[in-house]
């Protein structure tokens, strides 16, 4: 035990730790977080709108459905707001927080990561309008238009489908080039400088001129390089080679397991695994889960089955490691003072997946007794949802709930109210507790000495 202990302590740790200075990393975690909002405001919505319109429609309450149409309609309103263009959102605080890690004005780094993105996706329009007449046809070909093979296509026009989940890495690419330029022009001092009689605002505005102007010119000339040689859109062409094979991988067992691993290793040695790792799950499992709510929206079939919420539903029971579970095991059946006292101020935390009081007050990191379990039992429990979810026995998470949301509680509403994800939670928390108990009770027969050391009983 304590040469893997030691064997991970040399050569994982030190790398995690790297991974969680790098500015770029950490600005891309906060730009997801910064989002959060936008993220609950449409998943509520699409929560609402499921029980008030999806499920009655299905059950044969038309008149029910009739009657709350007012409030359906606002809240795809609210829909149409958040999710839908989500990667407007994103793109915004993306180039916020990259510029505010590097020490330069974030507002202008904002306003260049946005016009980056959106030079980068198709500003055609294009919609399915089969049977037009000649006359419909001509009058829209006048005014620009195309209409070929029953799709209408109108330039200069963002369609919706292009600013939302589909388009985040086209975000983070363009919106990384462009803010990255503007960064390092500031650094080097090339901008305007005015004299001190002129107001802080402009003489801002003024000092962020050339290297914004620079940096948005330098993703219009690879946006122009990029469709002569290729005939497509940056964003489009990312989609389809890049985005949709990354989907498409965080959908196998093995990166899934991977990760879930990865997370309780940074943990137990006291790095915020989910933190740590927040680009991977939120740029992979993240993109999947907008793209469940969105197809949720609109009736159609759900293209992921394992998303970001499947982890909090089924694997983090109170926090990454499910400590939940360890606390109940040791209100029931540690003989420890100092761990069940330890327990009793963590448990209401823990029941809203706040972990900290656990994690550093147990404590769990670098606890060797309880290294095993705090690693096998998360695992065991992906491994588990994720090939029930996969083999269609529960259905996939559709709605984003939020992160304080209670075990059990969390996977029902995650689900749109699948009774079979609350008990697919409840039986992964009962595998955890029964792998948990043996080294509960196994510290149980540890005694803690006056400075607070591990001593046999």
Do not use: C
Not at 122 to 139: D, R
Not at 297 to 317: C, E, I, M, N, T
Request: aromatic residues 12%.
């Amino acid at each position: 035990m304590q040469a893997i202990m030691n064997l991970l302590e040399k050569y994982v740790v030190p790398v995690a730790a790297k991974i969680g200075s790098i500015p770029w990393l950490v600005a891309l975690r906060d730009s997801f977080i910064a989002t959060l909002p936008i993220t609950m405001a449409g998943s509520l919505a699409t929560l609402l709108n499921a029980l008030l319109s999806t499920y009655p429609a299905q059950w044969g309450m038309d008149g029910f459905v009739n009657a709350v149409q007012p409030i359906i309609q606002i809240d795809t309103v609210v829909s149409i707001g958040s999710l839908t263009i989500f990667a407007v959102f994103f793109a915004a605080m993306w180039g916020y927080h990259l510029a505010e890690a590097y020490q330069v004005d974030g507002v202008a780094g904002t306003l260049i990561s946005l016009s980056a993105f959106f030079m980068g996706i198709n500003s055609n329009a294009s919609l399915a309008v089969p049977g037009l007449s000649k006359g419909a046809v001509k009058t829209l070909t006048t005014a620009g238009a195309t209409y070929a093979n029953g799709s209408l296509t109108v330039p200069n026009a963002f369609a919706t489908g292009n600013l939302g989940s589909a388009s985040l890495f086209t975000a983070m690419i363009f919106g990384a080039i462009a803010t990255v330029v503007y960064i390092w022009l500031m650094k080097k001092d090339i901008s305007i400088k005015m004299p001190d009689t002129v107001p802080p605002a402009v003489s801002k505005a003024f000092t962020t001129l050339i290297p914004g102007i620079a940096a948005l010119y330098v993703i219009a000339i690879i946006t122009y390089l990029f469709q002569a040689f290729t005939g497509q859109a940056f964003g489009d062409w990312l989609s389809a080679t890049i985005q949709a094979p990354l989907l498409h991988a965080g959908q196998g067992a093995g990166m899934v397991l991977l990760v879930s691993l990865l997370v309780q290793v940074f943990w137990f040695f006291g790095i915020h695994g989910p933190n740590v790792l927040a680009p991977i799950l939120e740029s992979i499992w993240g993109t999947s889960q907008i793209a469940n709510i969105q197809a949720f929206q609109h009736g159609d079939a759900l293209p992921y089955k394992w998303v970001r919420g499947s982890f909090d539903a089924y694997v983090w029971f109170g926090g990454s490691g499910g400590t939940i579970v360890l606390l109940i095991a040791i209100l029931i059946f540690s003989k420890r003072a100092d761990e069940k006292a330890v327990a009793k101020l963590a448990f209401a935390p823990g029941l809203f997946n706040i972990n900290e009081p656990v994690m550093f007050g147990l404590p769990i990191v670098l606890n060797a007794i309880y290294f095993i379990p705090f690693i096998v039992a998360p695992v065991l429990n992906t491994a588990i949802a994720y090939f029930v979810t996969v083999a269609g026995w529960v259905g996939p998470v559709k709605i984003a709930v939020p992160w304080i949301t209670p075990p059990i509680l969390n996977a029902l509403m995650a689900t749109g109210f699948d009774w079979r994800a609350a008990v697919l939670a409840l039986v992964n928390m009962i595998i955890a507790f029964f792998i948990w108990l043996p080294f509960v009770m196994a510290s149980s027969r540890v005694q803690v000495d006056e400075s607070g050391n591990p001593t046999a009983a």
